[in-house]
């Protein structure tokens, strides 16, 4: 047996496979064999006098490093191998890749115990590693960084030398694959490591590729490898605080360069290395004044967008380092401020030079890096500008003054500083861009004036730039002048302005003044068309987190609602005030303000949608729009009640939509009732005769049954066996199709909440198989509307597949029904893409993660068998129904899984109509 092993070893030599080194390397991992056994076997051939032989020798070593376990082998046998490969850097050229390949294998193992100098002097000795190929070269590097991250105290007695030998491996590389590792391994080292007397030389190597050229780019791997290249390199040019006094002149000498790339990358690297932190703030004094001169130059003069943008981002990195330190810190800054003001002055005040923008960039910049420097700058500009827009008339001066200040109020609010004007210098500036608005002609200058405002009310530290009472001035003034403007351009600015108001105000003035005064003013305006605007800023008020809310508004706005139905009805109006009631009730914040919103809205708006719905009157509460409306507000308050008050809710839609009792006598400690008004007919929503108007408040039973709270279970009783049994019918044998889809989604939501499989099954078999609902099962299509929201209930919940499996399979038979294979087809689409109606997180629905993904393996090989087993004879409407669903199913889920899965199809086998 020992013959037949060493035999199958030596037979490896000439015929190697990796399925040969996997089998010895299993052989050593389970301690079988030992590598040292095995290459006594093969060892005079590792000495043998023919270079081919030792080749392959040398091979079947490296190849069974490859595959052993990093913690197999022992010391001794590491320690053996060691000095062997050593010793073969000093033989033939090309046994060279594999002895770098078997060194960097062995530099891994876990009980690597051998001196790393001694492996780095051989190296760099015997090695000419810039006459080898580009992947020899890559392992001598990564042989390098293996060394560096495992034996960092080791190395350490090398002192500068470890630097040196590094440099004398990678000096002259220069392709970009390696260079991504020379690049990272020269910054472990000078890093880790005293780089002592060779800074100057160490950075000269470096320096040489900086900047990497750019050439053309040949795709998305290129550019990435030469961006990833290129921080490589910034890395290595900062990486010591002894880099610093050469860098800065590096940096002035390239931004003289006709390329914008070289500046932008000088730029950069300006950034990077004033990152480093004081230790190199010496040299950036000493280079102050020309650092300066050429940021001024690429900001008032910028060759492109990129240049101009990463100037303004040197100047504030040099701006954050002057003012580190404690004294001298705040000097430096002063004293570079100082300058800034001087030079930036005389373009504010000359607009006929126009570098008003630029110069607000750099000011922007320069305040950006420091709270004093921003202090300084804001006492500074502010008061200045605001004299030089009363001196300058024309629109354009005023339209480049107004964008300076945005610049800087911009910056302000960054650094949280509102500087060190008083109050009245404060509300001068405040006064005076409130005095634009209106005024000019230009909705341009009121658009700058109205956000130079918005950013001054975002100013709070140390204290708020605009006080309290000349907010509530500004809020009138948008109001009365500005919300009414045809330009949209000004009414998104006053938009965002009442937004930012409502981040920064106190509660009590939120909903105690600005809320109801803006209904006022959309009351007086509510019979014309409201700008979309105007409303979004209403739920961007009632939408701010606050941990205190007033509802004291709502009962105004219900009153709004029935005005408008009694009066209209003005359907658009009634909407209107119903979706900001939505907007407030998304914030419900636990049981106790879900029990005071059931009362104050619910319960109201309730009785008017069942009232309407048996009324011979028409009302906008039988609005399909209105009831969905309806359906969002309440769906927000169910899902946060406690289960004590939902319980008594579900008794209460128990009578009025199975017993068509209406009296609403189950809310807790309430006397009122729907017969406070009578009924003009019975409410018959899920019997026969259906009535549209009846029916269609399904969708309201839907929002409360389906969002039922967490901790609630419905069970399988009989309630909820009725309750999904008329609805069945009712979806199939209604009159309405809206009402239709509203019960097939009741369905669905009332599913996805079942607890267990058991449950699930016996409500599958009571719907699809049970007599009592024959009748209903012969409208093909909208009982196939049934099974898909079936379906989508307990996919979105990832039932078991069995079922799933099932389902999905009854609906894909029907795409070979003409009456329902349109239908068939677009459930697919249902299926797998949100509902804002049903079967969303806000309803406490059961929501499994990838469930998308899971029903798209297991419904793309049904679909495609149900395809393939099409003939030839088949109409092409078939075929339609097909593509369609396929459609659907590839467009709802992530690209990455249908490319994995999805066969080749060949265009010409499908027949396209």
Known sequence: MATEWSQTVLTGLTNPSPELFRSLATEIDEKRKTLLRIIEIFGPNLTNAELSIRQNALGLIVGILENVKRDTLTEPEISSLADFLCSRLLDHKQLMSQTLRGLNFLVKMEKFREDPQQIIDNLTENVHVLSLPRLDRLNVYALFEALVDRFPAELEKMGSNLLMRYITCMDGEHEPRNLLIVFRTFFKIVRKFDVGPLAETAFDVIACYFPIDNPTAQGDVQENLREAVTVGLRRCLTASPKFAKYCFPLILEKLLSDSNDAKVESLNTLVALCEEGLPVKPDLVEHLSSVWIQLRREILAPPSDSVEDAAVKALTSVTVLLSRGSQEGEESVNSFVTKVL???????????????????????????????????????????????????????????????????????????????????????????????????????????????LALMLKIRAPQPFIQHDRVEQICETLLNGVMGYENSGVVDEATNFF??????????????????????????????????????????????????????????????????????????????????????????????????????????????????????????????????SLSRIYRNIVSHMDKETYGNLIKTLDTMYLRGDTSYRHEIGRGDNLGDKLLPS????????????????????????????????????????????????????????????????????????????????????????????????????????????????????????????????????????????????????????????????????????????????????????????????????????????????????????????????????????
């Open 342 to 452: 001087a030079e930036t002055e005389q373009f504010l005040r000359k607009p006929e030079v126009q570098l008003q923008q630029p110069a607000g960039k750099m000011l922007q910049a320069v305040a950006g890096g420091s709270v004093e420097a921003c202090g300084r700058i804001a006492d500074a500009t502010l008061p200045l500008t605001v004299r030089l827009l009363m001196e300058h008339q024309r629109s354009d001066d005023r339209i480049a003054l107004l964008n300076v200040m945005v610049l800087i109020l911009k910056a302000m609010g960054q650094v949280s500083t509102g500087g060190h004007m008083d109050e009245d210098e404060r509300t001068s500036v405040a006064v005076f861009y409130q005095s634009l608005i209106g005024q000019s002609p230009q909705s341009m200058v009121n658009c700058m004036a109205i956000n130079g």
């Open 499 to 628: 937004k930012v108001v409502g981040e920064v105000e106190d509660e009590a003035y939120i909903f105690g003044k600005l809320i109801p005064r803006l209904f006022e003013y959309i009351k007086n305006r509510e019979v014309l068309p409201l700008p979309v605007r105007l409303l979004d800023l209403a739920t961007a008020l009632l939408r701010t987190p606050r941990p205190k809310r007033s509802s004291d508004f709502i009962d105004t706005l219900i009153e709004r609602v029935r005005f408008n139905d009694e009066r209209g009805p003005y359907v658009p109006s009634m909407k209107m005030y119903l979706d900001i009631i939505a907007t407030y009730v998304e914030g419900v914040n636990g049981p106790g303000e879900a029990l005071s919103l059931h009362q104050q809205v619910l319960f109201p708006t309730l009785r008017s949608a069942i009232h309407a719905a048996t009324s011979e009157d028409t009302s906008g509460f039988q609005d399909i729009s209105i009831l969905l």
């Open 682 to 913: 019975a409410f018959r929503p899920l019997e026969k005769p259906y009535v549209t108007t009846h029916t269609r408040c399904i969708s309201i039973l839907t929002s409360i049954v389906c969002s039922a709270p967490r901790d609630f279970s419905l069970g399988y009783g009989q309630w909820l066996k009725r309750v999904l049994r008329q609805l069945m019918e009712t979806c199939c044998l209604c009159a309405d199709e809206q009402s239709s889809v509203f019960a097939a989604q009741c369905i669905g939501g009332l599913v996805n909440r079942m607890e267990d499989e058991k449950m699930v099954k016996e409500c599958l078999g009571d719907l699809l198989d049970s007599a009592d609902l024959a009748k209903a099962r012969t409208q093909e299509r909208r009982y196939t509307r049934v099974i898909i929201w079936i379906t989508k209930g307990l996919v979105v919940r990832s039932q078991p597949d069995t079922i799933i499996r099932q389902l999905t399979d009854m609906i894909i038979v029907r795409l070979k029904n003409q009456k329902s294979g349109a239908e068939a087809a677009d459930g697919l689409r249902v299926i797998l893409e949100d509902s804002a109606f049903v079967l969303t997180p806000q309803m406490n629905a059961v929501i499994s993660p990838l469930y998308r993904q899971k029903f798209f393996l297991q419904t793309l090989p049904m679909l495609l068998q149900s395809f393939d087993q099409n003939s030839e004879a088949d109409k092409t409407w078939i075929q339609r129904n097909h593509l369609v669903a396929l459609s659907h199913l590839l467009r709802c889920v992530p690209q990455f899984v249908t490319k994995a899965f999805m066969p080749k199809v060949r265009t010409n086998d499908l027949l396209i109509v």
